[in-house]
Every structure is written in C-alpha cells, then in structure tokens.
C-alpha cells in the first residue's frame, strides 16, 4: 500500500454556518450577503411568510441546519438564507413574495438544506396550498405519489405559510436530484 496517497476522511456539512453565512443572524461582526427577508417589502404587494421546522430521523427539531431559499417565477429571482439556530423553536422563517405561475404550472419556491452529518445539501419544493388547481396541473409535483406530495405543499395558516421538512422517517419530505 502506498502510504503517500491515503484517502482522507470525508467530511460533512456544518455545522459552521452561524459565523460564516448568517453572521448578523447570530450577532457576529461581519457582512451579510443575504438574510431571510428576501426582499424590499414595503413597495410589493403579495408578501408571504413561510415558516417551518426542520426533523432529524427521530422527529427532533435540528437546531442549526442552515436553509437557502432560491425563487425564479420568470418575473422575480430572489435568494435568501437562514439558521435555525437562533429562534427559540428552531423554526427557519422567510419574507418574499407569493411567487407566480409560469407557463401553468404551479408557484414554487426551492430550499435547499444543508445540515450536519449530510455529505451533500438536499434540494426541496415548496408549493403552497392554494394554488389547489394549479398543484393539481403541475408536472412535477404529479411524479410524486399521491400520499407523499403533501410534504412539499406548504399549508396556508393564519398569516404565513407552514412547511416542516422531516430528513428521515415516516413523514420524509421529499427531495429532488439535481
């Protein structure tokens, strides 16, 4: 065996977000690129909420998994980041705007995880509850079995919508290859 050309140890993502890619969220002196307003609010109709947790394989909240949030509805491209690590029920909060239906299908956004003990970030869906028409129409989210598409439609609450995102288990969102 060659001892010159040992592989290394492969390493996971995180959990080293806090200082490096949401610092003001987690009270460091440095510059945020971006945070989890997504956008100026005060000059745009249609601002939403989307709130949620993020589960381990045994339904605990994940404390400092870190979300990116990227729209693209052919009007608006937004991208925003959050930690988990800093509100008291280690929820993951976004302000943007309701995205809009292209060529028919149904307004999505895509949040991509990154979390400890993960080799690779995991992409997912967010539809929203309703748009019942358009979700019924919509050619991606009618590849995903009937019983599973519900853990990507985030369900309309008084004032925001809501999504948990469960890694593992029984309730697992689903994620998408890219």
Same mark, same amino acid.
């Given at each position: ?15 080293? *977000? !806090?200082? $490096? ?33 993020? *589960?381990?394989?045994?339904? @605990?909240?994940?404390?400092? !998994? ?12 937004? &991208? $925003?980041? &959050?930690?988990? $690590?800093? %509100? !008291?029920? @280690?929820? *993951? =909060? ?8 292209? %060529? $028919? ?27 019942? /028409?358009?979700?019924?129409? %919509?050619? /991606? ?18 004032? &925001? ?12 969102? /689903?994620?998408? !290859? =890219?």
């Amino acid at each position: 065996m060659d001892t010159n050309m040992l592989q290394t140890p492969s390493q996971t993502v995180g959990p080293y *977000f !806090a200082y $490096g890619l949401t610092p003001k969220q987690y009270c460091y002196d440095f510059i945020n690129l971006v945070d989890n307003r997504i956008v100026n609010l005060g000059k745009l109709s249609d601002i939403i909420t989307i709130k949620g947790k993020i *589960f381990d394989g045994e339904n @605990n909240p994940i404390p400092d !998994a870190m979300i990116e949030l990227w729209q693209n509805d052919g009007v608006n491209q937004f &991208f $925003g980041r &959050f930690g988990t $690590g800093t %509100d !008291a029920e @280690n929820q *993951f =909060i976004f302000e943007t705007i309701k995205p809009k239906s292209v %060529d $028919g299908h149904a307004p999505y956004v895509t949040l991509i995880i990154f979390m400890r003990g993960q080799l690779i970030h995991s992409y997912t869906r967010v539809y929203f509850s309703d748009e019942e /028409v358009l979700n019924e129409q %919509d050619s /991606v989210l009618n590849t995903i079995d009937s019983e599973r598409r519900n853990t990507i439609i985030a369900q309309k609450k008084e004032g &925001f919508y809501e999504l948990d995102i469960h890694m593992q288990g029984e309730k697992e969102t /689903v994620f998408f !290859a =890219i």
